[in-house]
């Protein structure tokens, strides 16, 4: 891979003579940074550009080749990329557009691409990409030509979209904030992100990785990535429209979109995803400073209305105001005109107008114990203060070294001394109070969420030989497990259900209930009732023989209406459970991530406000404990308004078990508990219903 | 309120030749905005400052003095502004520090100004301000010297904090945006920001109008002028910490924080309320462009990735993405390479690199009628297309006027040519897909706002007499209604309650429930027990004789330990409702925005979801009809899985009439009808439970 962003001998194809030669910008680009290595041009007409010969095709260059980028039309690659494969080049960059996204004769080229690669051990980046830069090397390959206003740095991107890519790059650069490496992948047909993102995690001139992505190619490998990554990873996950949401049919699904399946994962692999560029530079500002270790803020202000819009975003994020010690304030109450501040947090620095006390200040702040950052917001004239606040700011970095501890600086001032302060400083400043508060959030949670446990695969003693004949018989029959049988594999894998008994004829279901007692629950049982309550397939609360008799009737009529041709499948009776509160509990597979489980309130809570909580399996320990705390409608289960809460430990063992069991069998595509009922009884909890799909 | 910002003659008080004077810079910011006016300077000390004389008083001087500012310190400010209100002066901005912001101290002095200003007739914006402004006349009167950078234009800002209003002119003048008229209000003392907002809404000048505020200073007011105002109103108010939120103490209090009044009230006047200065900017370039008077959108784009991100923001603000006519495609096919895009919307133009197809096409877009706004997504390397694409917004601007529709142009280039393009263009561009797309969002609700129906005080047939002589009998013993009580106010304001039976011994209990007939309610009747649930004063469901015997024994025991002093007061036998859904109807009177009404489902949905809905009152029957559908659990109302709506109705009517209740009556604190029951039968719905707090 390191050839991709460190090649010695780079060429170039698809260059010409002519004047609108898009390459040609491939070639300023490696001038205009000044690339450290040897370029070659080639081009199927020869002649000379950038008083360089072009060769007519790569295997007339005698020198060997690390890296060839293309830019030629689509239907000329699958030569020119054989001719590389012969010449011995294992790195290709493929710019030009015209293939798998624009119908199937592009899809047709892709085939062939591969096949090439395949054959001749090439990997490749593209088709329809900017190509890679590295600012270290003067590395620079995309066809559009850039002026080198970049700073060097150890911000690396990685994107799919070469317009985005640009953006980004403008942002960066305006920011002032350096760059590393740079790849624009495209359509992934060979190198995808995960590729990248392995290499780049363990390059050592990378602190920070920025990625925009329309699809994840891979979203277990990028879980494993981002989880044995010590740098930050930073995502701006698009294309979440309702297209991609509309795949689902089934219950559960509708739940939990594919959106929220990212969104989750990318939690739990400890990736912040950010969805507008302006959060995005404050990442890239807050991260190089030190970890903010706690929760803790202070906040040191020339500006009383900016104090007070800090302090209201402290709150959105979580933040609370350290107390400053009593020491603290008599130290500094000298510098203070009588009776104008109060010194409290917020500091107010009021008609306060000397720096040397305002870093004094800051450096007392920082100092103690229960402040965990700080943030100074200075509101200046350029023209009178520009120097001093530039000088300060160089000292509050030094301050901020030696403490360890972040000092977060906000200006409001004029564009021209923003220019200057972008040049002359090596810490980028913020411009917005309450975006630097958030993106300090950004760093506390990062830095905490590295600590959560190690990620563990649930193992128990359970019956999977009976199990896995249900499923085998089912498969076999084309049909998904009835609901009997989706409780019979839940109770063979330790998870406690309340079965009831499964009745035929009339007779049956009133000798059942009466062996169960009043009040009952009555459940249609047919495989493919998938959302029994809509056709008037359960009925709860029976409250004596009359009321049984009627339902039963009812129950025969509907599944005979509704599904004519599955035959009678009688009903289940089950005692009726008036206590306790409903949880819903599932398992679903995600083309992309995998088994994920998901948690929730039973009925409207999961439905009207799609109130859940998700993780892909395998999770640690932590993330099992934060699941249900992270509901909305926790305050139920904890307990509210002089109510007991309720015990978790049977629901929490339950999705442990439901892990083990969807990952010892793939061919569950879902299961949902629901409800499964937890008691404010210790360890009590059972599953009432549920339903399998294969 | 002319004169503070047209005044012909200016008095700076507080002028010395010492260098660090600040109220020189007042004098100086005058000179650089060159003020069109005539400036006399005053400072006790005299001398000379700018080669002019400094007045020892204001007195001294001769000619008329429309407007006085004051910058000394604080203790010297009643003495002079008496001075001022003897020279017949009649506007006078106070500048410094140092009164009610800080203490005791300063409070008397505000008291002391304020009886100066009556005494003399003057009008004073302040203290703890930085003046004002007004671009059109060269009028500058911080004493913080600005170099005048700025655009004249349309956009004037009444801000709080003067700090905060720096950074908003500063973000004007990076952005190019036009300046109208500045107005720091400080403390707020005399002159408010309704001053102010009265006269900019009526300011032939001013356009558009933003305002900072830490306090609102009368609610009512605000919504009154925001509701005549036809120019848009956008306003950052700061100070949501919980500090202000713990006031309440009672149930609804504690459910609608004051935060939520104000979100509501501003949303109720057509008020855009904005949390950071990006979201304004980005809605200060969109409001002057063509209203967006519909719901579809063409988002246009050279980068596909750019486009995506534009389409995830239309799904976000509810716009959908219009239809592309066939005639239209077949037009613009022909420019595009044979199967290399697909043309669709988002329409992506690929390696289409021709200007003026670009600009043909965009006009053939939004002449189409179901596009009603056009977002241009334009990626582009300023060296090469820079000149060229300046041209083509100029060329689009004039298409978006005569369509009269806006062309939102957001753009992805370097640094260099982005200060290029402020400084070139009449209208600025956008930076950020969404947040362009966001900004089209706030247009179009903006201008649809302004359609809602006519504000409705409702009057019914109601009997008056009875509830003021309840009201005044509980006010003389000093106490609250009694549920019963409460019971009986709401039915003679014609809303249906169930009122039950109010029993005060065991045989009494027993002889009701049966007349009733089993399953029945049983709540404790006591003017103290605000939360009948938490103490056990709620038994629902019971069903039989058995049960009432224990549970009035059980309320007999609770109301006595809860309440030893408010002696026996008996228990309500209600009938148990099953069926129906359970609403929260309540209202409350906000010491700001006077009373409001609320709604939400009933129980925890409010209480732990925080799910309610809340409205000023009065408002119109279109504010009356948005409020359940604005509720997260509205589907539960609207009917779910199967089941079928509920019928608003009678909850519809019961809001109307508490709406007068209140109004009536200001006496009332707060009611909440907990539960007020609606059942899926046209016009059913009555109250189970109410309490009112005087």
Redesign the interface.
Known sequence: MNEFFNPKTVAVIGVSSSPDNLACNILANLIEFNFKGTVYEVGIRGGVCFGRKIYRSVTNISDHIDLAVILTPARTISGILRDCGKKGIKHVIIES??FGE??Q??QKLDKELLDIAKKYGIKFIGPNCIGAMNLHNGLALSF????N?FRKGSVSIV?????????YL?LL??ENIGLGKFASIGNKLNINENDILEYLIHDPETEIICL?L?SISDGRRLMDIALRSSKPILL?K?????EAMDIAQSHTASLSSDDAVVSAALKQAGIARF????TMLNYLKILPLAKVRGNQLAII??????A??A??AC?EAGFTLSEFDKSFIKEIEKHFRA????LTNPLDL??LFDYKVYSKIIKRTIAQKNVHGVVF?H?Y?S??EGELSRKLFAELEKISFKYKKPIAICV????EE?YKLRQELSRPVF??P??AIHALALSRDFHHGRKRGRVVAHKYQVNKKAVRSVINACKTKGINPSIKESMDILEDYGIKVIQGSFVKTEKEAILVAKKIGYPVVMKVVCPSAI?K????GVKLDIKDQGELVKNFQKMQFVMKKSFPKSGNRGVLIQPMMKDGVELIIGAKRDPNFGPTIMVGLGG?FV???K?TSLRIIPFSDDELNSMFPEL??Y??LAG???QKGYDLNAAKNTVKRLCMLVTDFPEISEIDLNPFKILPKKGAGFCLDARIIL
């Open positions: 557009a015209g624009y119908g004769e592009g559009t030509a850039f002026k206003v994107t799919q979209s070469g317009g985005v890519g640009i953006s403008n650069s305006s925009y329309e701006h698009a294309n979440i429209g309702r969805k507008d560029p302006e202000s020339r500006s009383g209305g900016h007070v819009i302090a209201d709150g009776n104008v501040i109060r009021g008609d917001l509101t004239i023209s009178t409001a001032t004029d564009e923003l411009v917005s309450s975006g959302h309550t809509e056709i008037g409207i439905e009207v406000f109130d909305k409608g305050q139920i509210t308004r002089g």
